[in-house]
């Protein structure tokens, strides 16, 4: 991870430089591509503060500790960022993958998403053909139903099978 530490109303330290660069880099697992780490150590009177912003992976983190000392003020902010960086990357995971299910649901009968019955989309080509027709159609295909454009009406009818094997049509009203 590229780190960058500066310090503010405190000598620069190379050992809290490697502290804070050791601590970085182990978050380095969460992101999948290159990140960088901007972070500045200050003093104001009697507190320490530690403040780390994190970009990477479309993502930017902030996070600011005060404490009586450094050390533990570098590690609060880290595990505050942590925590930010694993809800952050599970709603992604969850985003992703309810767009997946989305997508999913028009194409191969749907998933079940927050209490809603599912959905099977299906699309076909209907032609015009009489009742009769139609009947004789459903006979050789294994469909509970089929649409079909009503020859005589030109409308778009619906002929389906029924429980005690007699068929169904559902036209519209004139």
Known sequence: MNTS???????????????????LDRMEKYFN??????????????RHS????????R??????????????AI???????EVQIKKNKQKSRAFRSKGKTGSRASDQGGDEVSGQPRVRVQHI????????????QMD???????????????????LYRQKDGNYGLIQPRA
């Open 140 to 158: 050789l295909i294994n469909n509970s139903f089929l649409v079909f454009t009503n020859a005589r009406t030109e409308t778009v009818n619906v």
């Open 75 to 81: 590690d609060m902010v880290l595990d505050k960022l």
């Open 50 to 57: 530690a403040e780390i912003n994190i970009m990477g992976d």
């Open 33 to 46: 591509g290159p990140a960088e780490a901007s972070v500045v150590l200050s003093i104001e009177k009697f």
């Open 125 to 136: 080509e209907y032609k015009p053909m009489d009742v009769d027709e139609a009947v004789m």
């Open 59 to 72: 993502l930017t983190i902030n996070g600011k500790e005060e404490t009586e000392e450094m050390y533990s």
């Open 5 to 23: 530490v500066r310090f503010k109303n405190l000598e620069p330290s190379d050992a809290l430089k490697s502290y804070v660069r050791e601590k």
